[in-house]
Nanobody, 124 residues
Framework: QVQLVESGGGLVQAGGSLRLSCAYSGRTFSSFTVGWFRQAPGKEREFLGL????????RYADSVKGRFTISRANTKNTIYLQMNSLKPEDTAVYYCAARSSSYDSTSASAYPFWGQGTQVTVSS
């Protein structure tokens, strides 16, 4: 099985920054993709971005492009989500998810493995 554990969430003022981490352990695949999603109360889960582990290629949703950056630390099996210029509307529970494919997907249903989520609250 695959385990994903997010950390780094918290309370930050508007305009501030946070870096979330996603620690990956368990079964490994020859190729896989890790996505970041978020879900605010009463809203659907929203795709933010993804990274293809082998190539390091990334893709972002238009809503966060230029503010959020995804990176990886190979030796630590960790994926990061750097969030800058945060806005109150970024308040949500943030999740990382993994799928055993190097073909990217923005659909939450394409990811069988999920972390427990970490809360991010941005105050105005």
């Amino acid at each position: 099985q695959v385990q994903l554990v997010e950390s780094g969430g918290g309370l930050v003022q508007a305009g501030g920054s946070l870096r979330l981490s996603c620690a990956y352990s368990g079964r490994t695949f020859s190729s896989f993709t890790v996505g970041w999603f978020r879900q605010a109360p009463g809203k659907e889960r929203e795709f933010l971005g993804l990274i293809i582990w082998m190539s390091g290629g990334t893709r972002y949703a238009d809503s966060v492009k230029g503010r959020f950056t995804i990176s990886r630390a190979n030796t630590k099996n960790t994926i990061y989500l750097q969030m800058n210029s945060l806005k109150p509307e970024d308040t949500a529970v943030y999740y990382c998810a993994a799928r055993s494919s190097s073909y990217d997907s923005t659909s939450a249903s394409a990811y069988p493995f999920w972390g427990q989520g970490t809360q991010v609250t941005v105050s105005s």
